[in-house]
């Protein structure tokens, strides 16, 4: 798709004013996207306006409406809920209350509004710009505005964003504030975990979501827990039986715990509310378990917002900015939202339509139909589940006689255990027989590899590292011993699951067919990297645990220097030559500079930021944060960029120093690497079993083809399997990247959000979709 790139320069704010307001319930991320839509409004040189207290602020006026300025949004970031107030509005509901916000506004010159709430405060922000010229009439015979303003102010623009931590609306993957909530749900989780395997509990857990089950679906899946309930897939009759069954059955396979999850709005197939109390009755009553409830509540709405809440808020804040500069009185309210990757805006009523016809779905019982209106990424995550929950009995599995290995290879990564659970459990239920290989190919040459069972894998999700152990040796130098394991094993098909090392690994394989037959197999890699470099793929498997590691260590540095006034850090992030973590982490963390590989600097630039730097000390905002990528430039290193500052910032400020090193790596894995890893490694699985039985002749496996060995990987808006040959024009073999990567779209954001005067391609933004016509295959934006 050539085109002409667009830039926004030409679109100028001057003598618009913009009015932001949150409504609803909070959600964490609300107070990123206020920013953004304040630093990107003041940017283009419009006025940009607070409206506290939701629309309830709108009808009171007076001091609820306050122009705001660039300082006013710093330190907001990385707080939870939302600093500008948000309240259920009565009178808004009212004509006289909407006339009354109507002259409050018009007072103010605001004709452009940015809505971030729930579906309910979206469709009253549609019906307020329905009304607005009828408003604005009636003020006029009131005598209250003369007919010059309503000439002036004829038209009333509408964007909004959806801030929900229930994940509850449609033609958007991901709301502001569900990741964060997922975060809180899955510690919960974890720290339950140990205490219920001490004692052999059970544990019910509530989470929120009163019409939508996405929170208790996702964190199921997130966790491995035992059975979910949720209000779209409302379990068949009989299911007390099946459950007591499927529990006792897990305890009987030497599981010390059981989780159940419920989601607060979950029903039977006769629309009865199934409540957390009434699920844990029974399984006291049937099984004598000790079990326990724990209701998760507002925990779920608090707490700081996860790195991914920050930049999908960062960029919709400063995408909802554009869309009110080009809005005409033509154009529909609309909402911009994220599909798989990108930024889309979309009519914001055919959204809020699709939303209620869920509602009505489920209401009158047409409880799969609730499910395919949900979405793609939706019914993926139910689909997935009910593969990984629930072990199909030896007797009822096909057999299909094929071998499977499965290994890991690189650095450890978050989410690399996730994966192999989910590869060794759809491998069984397919009906292969599946191989563990212990520390990558080097182990693999050794002869370390066994067979690994469905319950072998129990518990893995939350598990940091790599259980597998996992190497950097590429397999050149070990082929022979390898060749000669497959043999020995019987490996009809391999799936390799690392870093670049494994992409690399891969390529070598496929090279060595000619020699060695035992290659041509069916082999898929799964991009599991920190550092996010491998070509073929948007986001790979540990990079988001590691970017939100980062990202707290970033905001305890800020906090530790609101003490001591103008202070600022260098802080070094891992990455190899790859600067997306240091990229996305300076965007998540609010910093003032991104060193990075990808864009050359001089020291020109370094000045250029020192006097950034030295101005800002001038305003009350007195620190700064600069990020700088371990590989950045062989000479302008981490000392020198520190003793630079330190020198040219002598009088004004003083600097430290921080390398983040390997803390980035650990950790357990995050909602969003949990669920990654799990559901494209059992969409890997599903592939491996089909290219098996389309590579099988004459009672052996041959696949000799380019199209035999695939990286899976997540491209914009959908997962594909792409040949390993034909990524090679794309990579940068020297340096261990991709020669073309998306994220360096967004570094002119996080320059603007500094206050640095940059040009920003907005090409892809503008077009308004339609939401029917989102891809079938959408992948998770976040999950």
Known sequence: MDHQPKFFENLSGTGKAIGVLTSGGDAQGMNAAVRAVVRMGIYVKAKVYFVYEGYQGMVDG???????????????????????????CKSFRTHEG???????????GITNLCVIGGDGSLTGANLFREEWSGLLEELAQNGKIDAEAVKKYAYLNIVGMVGSIDNDFCGTDMTIGTDSALHRIIEVVDAIMTTAQSHQRTFVLEVMGRHCGYLALVSALACGADWVFIPEYPPEEGWEDTMCVKLSENRARKKRLNIIIV???????????ITSEKVKDLVVQRLGFDTRVTILGHVQRGGTPSAFDRILASRMGVEAVLALLEATPAT???VVSLSGNQAVRLPLMECVQMTQEVQKAMDEGRFLEAVRLRGKSFENNLNTYKLLAHKIPDAELP???????????????AGMNAAVRAAVRVGITEGHKMFAVIDGFEGFAKGKIKEISWGDVGGWTGQGGSILGTKRTLPAKYLEKIAEQMRTNNINALMVIGGFEAYESCLQLQEARSRFEEFSVPICVLPATISNNVPGTDFSIGADTALNAIVETCDRIKQSASGTKRRVFIIETMGGYCGYLANMGA???GADAAYIFEEQFDIRELQANVEHLTEKMKTSIQRGLVLRNENCNENYTTDFIYQLYSEEGKGVFDCRKNVLGHMQQGGAPSPFDRNFGTKISAKAMQWISKKLKETYRKGKVFANTEDSVCLLGMRRRNLVFQPVAELKSETDFVHRIPKEQWWLKLRPLMKILAKYKTSYDVSDSGQLEHVAMLPKEAVPAAI
């Open 332 to 334: 529909p309210a609309c």
């Open 587 to 589: 965007l998540a963390a």
């Open 62 to 88: 007076g001091d609820n409406i306050v122009e705001v300025s660039w300082e006013s949004v710093s330190s907001i970031l990385q707080v939870g809920g939302t600093v500008i107030g948000s309240a259920r």
């Open 263 to 273: 989601a607060e709005g979950a029903i039977d197939c006769h629309n009865k509310p």
């Open 98 to 108: 909407r006339l009354q916000a109507a002259y409050n506004l018009v007072q103010r």
């Open 399 to 413: 057999k299909t006689n094929f071998n499977v290995a499965v290994l890991n290879v690189g650095a450890p990564a």
